[in-house]
């Protein structure tokens, strides 16, 4: 059962500190190339066991977010700058310097751009791919507001993931996402499953550049959600059941944790047996790979539900 937040924080949800050599090494890379990774902004609790793994996920178009969520630790206003364009290639450059074989990039959400950033993350994919031949991409990308052609813009540079989060249930938009819609995010994710099986499907979806016989574009949609904000149990199956029907195969759920006071409380700590329960019930829904567990993040270990068996990008 459940741990009400009003006790204290549970020996599940207590991280080891690793500063290795290995993680001093990327927070060096990291600060030389003037790049941002969500790993800091967002205070992610796995910052230590992902660099000490030589591996992160990199956050584009800035440090500022358009929007302000409840929940979030990114600092947000009106960004002040235009994407950089030197970006896309740090990014990756950093990629071949870490030896990646699989790279998640993300993003604030910038408004203040006619296509909400869908190009620079065009850039950056495309970016990694030529530099890192091997490597997979995940992107995970806001709802971008309904900002025409910017899936299709996204999706043109054949990402091998294509995520955008869903964060919490329907009943608490207004307060942990006020500048997003359920259903926009759910819409955006259903897009992007229709393109997938029409690019899985079609001849014409086939990358050139791989070569002769090459199999048509494929790649997955992912989404995730946070425990723990004040939703119920029934509440989060119900999302299970809107985010598979709209075609997601891949799901995270992690444990929300407070940023700051400032940030929405706490309503309650999910036991990892709550966990290991909810990700049941969402594999008995038919997903491919869902992941669960109370310092499970979107980007946490998101190498394990690459599209295997299906081929990687080869440029």
Same mark, same amino acid.
Request: glycine letters at 8%; aromatic letters at 6%.
């Given at each position: 059962m459940s741990v009400p937040a009003t006790e204290r924080r549970p020996e599940w949800l207590r991280i080891r500190l690793r500063t290795t050599e290995e993680f001093a090494e990327v927070r060096r890379m990291m600060d030389g190339l003037s790049l941002t990774?969500?790993?800091?902004?967002?205070?992610?609790?796995?910052?230590?066991?992902?660099?000490?793994?030589?591996?992160?996920?990199?956050?584009?178009?800035?440090?500022?977010?358009?929007?302000?969520?409840?929940?979030?630790?990114?600092?947000?206003?009106?960004?002040?700058?235009?994407?950089?364009?030197?970006?896309?290639?740090?990014?990756?450059?950093?990629?071949?310097?870490l030896g990646l074989a699989y790279a998640?990039?993300?993003?604030?959400?910038?408004?203040?751009?006619?296509?909400? =950033?869908? !190009?620079?993350?065009?850039?950056?994919?495309?970016?990694?791919?030529?530099?890192?031949?091997?490597? *997979? #991409? @995940? /992107?995970l990308t806001p709802d971008f507001k309904g900002v025409p052609d910017a899936l299709a813009t996204i999706l043109g540079a054949r990402p091998e993931v294509f995520s955008h989060n869903m964060e919490t249930v329907a009943r608490l938009y207004r307060s942990a996402r006020p500048g997003s819609r359920y259903e926009g995010s759910l819409e955006l994710l259903r897009a992007a499953a229709v393109e997938r099986d029409r690019a899985a499907s079609s001849p014409a979806g086939a990358d050139t550049r791989a070569g002769a016989g090459a199999a048509p574009y494929a790649f997955r949609v992912k989404t995730s959600l946070m425990? =723990?904000? !004040?939703?119920?149990?029934?509440?989060?199956?119900?999302?299970?059941?809107?985010?598979?029907?709209? *075609? #997601? @195969? /891949?799901?995270?759920?992690?444990?929300?944790?407070?940023?700051?006071?400032?940030?929405?409380?706490?309503?309650?700590?999910?036991?990892?047996?709550?966990?290991?329960?909810?990700?049941?019930?969402?594999?008995?829904?038919?997903?491919?790979?869902?992941?669960?567990?109370?310092?499970?993040?979107?980007?946490?270990?998101?190498?394990?539900?690459?599209?295997?068996?299906?081929?990687?990008?080869?440029?």
């Open positions: 990774t969500v790993c800091e902004e967002a205070r992610c609790p796995n910052i230590y066991e992902c660099w000490s793994n030589r591996t992160a996920t990199f956050m584009v178009l800035g440090e500022v977010c358009t929007r302000r969520c409840g929940f979030c630790a990114v600092t947000s206003g009106l960004p002040s700058l235009p994407p950089d364009p030197a970006e896309p290639r740090k990014v990756a450059e950093a990629v071949r310097d998640v990039i993300t993003s604030v959400d910038r408004d203040d751009l006619p296509d909400g =950033g869908a !190009g620079h993350f065009a850039r950056v994919i495309e970016a990694v791919h030529g530099m890192n031949p091997a490597c *997979g #991409v @995940e /992107v425990a =723990g904000l !004040g939703e119920t149990d029934a509440e989060l199956r119900e999302a299970f059941r809107d985010i598979r029907s709209a *075609g #997601v @195969e /891949v799901l995270a759920i992690g444990q929300y944790l407070q940023p700051t006071k400032e940030h929405l409380p706490v309503a309650r700590f999910v036991t990892p047996a709550e966990f290991d329960a909810l990700r049941e019930d969402a594999l008995a829904l038919g997903f491919v790979h869902v992941v669960a567990g109370p310092l499970v993040r979107s980007s946490y270990k998101a190498h394990e539900h690459r599209p295997d068996p299906r081929p990687l990008h080869i440029t």
